[in-house]
């Protein structure tokens, strides 16, 4: 059966040349057995008509808060609700912008505002609007609120100039949604334990030894479980970055005794457990109550005691029906390290970053990796975004289940 059958499509036009591809969109969804409610821009509207849009969806296009006439109000909160996805196709700059800012005014962003599905974003606009800081920094922050952003084609723009910007292909976007929805169950049933972030160890009130995770790649991981249909439990060290899926069920933690305590918990009962953490291998001895003042005759010395192996104690817990997935980032000796580790922590997976890796390891948005197996067989995975890579390695993970 194909995998957008009796889906339920909000499909958002805004104002673009492109918008004439959103008519083959709508007709491929359709053909697809969705069912589909168009919503359009009042600058939208200028590009395409209502009429052929309603007579393609079998459905009045909405476009304005209510009909001038009847009064009669349109709910965007009926419409988020109804949706199982929301795609806006061609999102224009200014709508990106207005999304990515809350600015709710007109019936487009006020549904996206509202949806609770996932929302794919397909922009199109000129080369050099596209490459515009401002549009860039707006993009990301679509992406960091969940937002699947499907990038635009490079090729000739209607300006008459090359460069990327076209709208991705009708056809690429529906299979884009096809592999969306026909991975979103393959987790359904199953419990998922993540571990993310940095540890805090503390040396005195104010001050701790930690490290630099970001907890990006845990927190990419765990949404992409999530969507799959897993009841996930987030063990997180402290991050800034926050869960947004209903399924994710997120423990705050800080030391990596408090880790492991929490992981300890839900782990008999989970079927998957992937160890994301950077988990400090030192913890002070003796941490002070008392803020350590400068005025000490002496440099402080302190000393440190081995943390728990978070990975290597659930590891050797693990039954055969679980499957554990580690990760190994290292400066040198990368391969040689990282199936050290497979084999000493029991898992059955482990994530390879390189530190020597341009793009990968913390703090930033992309990561490159090699995703080592027990069997002996190894995935390698371009320089690609956190949630690409997280659907990689959890497309790796559904295989070996
Ligand atoms: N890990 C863990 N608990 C620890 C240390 C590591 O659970 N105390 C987990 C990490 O979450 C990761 C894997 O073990 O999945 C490897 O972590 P890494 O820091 O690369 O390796 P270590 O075992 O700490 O070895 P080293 O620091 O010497 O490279």
């Known amino acids: 059966m194909n995998a957008l059958q009796g889906k339920h499509i909000v499909l958002g036009i805004c104002g673009g040349i492109a918008a004439y591809k959103s008519v083959t969109l709508l007709r491929l969804l359709i053909k697809a057995g969705a069912e589909v409610q168009v919503v359009i821009t009042p600058a939208g509207k200028e590009f395409i008509t209502p009429v052929t849009l309603s007579a393609l969806s079998h459905k009045p296009v909405v476009s304005e808060f209510f009909t001038a006439n009847t009064g009669e109000w349109h709910s965007h909160v009926d419409l988020g609700l109804w949706a199982d996805c929301m795609v806006i196709a061609p999102a224009t700059a200014s709508t990106i912008g207005k999304m990515a800012h809350g600015i709710a005014d007109n019936m487009l962003v006020t549904t996206y505002l509202s949806a609770k599905s996932p929302v794919f974003v397909a922009p199109a606009m000129d080369l050099d609007m596209m490459r515009h800081p401002s549009t860039q920094a707006n993009l990301a922050l679509l992406a960091s609120y969940g937002n699947h952003i499907i990038e635009p084609a490079s090729g000739y723009l209607a300006s008459g100039l090359e460069g990327k910007g076209r709208m991705e292909e009708p056809e690429n976007i529906v299979s884009h949604l096809e592999s969306y929805f026909s991975r979103t ?3 359904s049933g199953k419990k998922v334990l993540i571990t993310a972030g940095p540890t805090y160890e503390k040396i005195d009130p104010v001050r701790f030894i930690g490290n630099y995770s970001s907890g990006k790649m845990g927190y990419a991981l765990a949404e992409e479980c999530a969507s799959r249909g897993a009841e996930v439990t987030l063990v997180s060290g402290p991050v800034s970055v926050k869960a947004t899926h209903p399924g994710i069920n997120t423990v705050p933690v800080e030391s990596a005794r408090e880790m492991l305590a929490e992981s300890e918990k839900v782990f008999s009962h989970s079927d998957i457990a992937i160890m994301c953490a950077a988990v400090a291998d030192y913890a002070p001895a003796n941490p002070s109550d008392h803020k350590i003042k400068r005025e000490h005759q002496d440099v402080p010395v302190i000393t440190l005691v081995k943390n728990p192996d978070i990975a290597a104690t659930l590891g050797a817990e693990k039954r055969d029906n679980q499957r554990l997935v580690g990760f190994a980032l290292e400066t040198d000796n990368e391969a040689v390290n990282a199936a050290e580790k497979l084999r000493k922590k029991n ?38 975004s956190k949630s690409e890579v997280a659907v990689d390695i959890v497309n790796e993970i559904v295989k070996s289940l």
């Open 347 to 384: 898992l059955d997976m482990i994530v390879l970053n390189s530190m020597r890796d341009k793009g990968a390891g913390f703090g930033v948005d992309t990561n490159k990796v090699a995703i080592f197996k027990a069997d002996g067989d190894c995935v390698d995975v371009p320089l690609k």
């Open 185 to 187: 169950c393959d987790l």
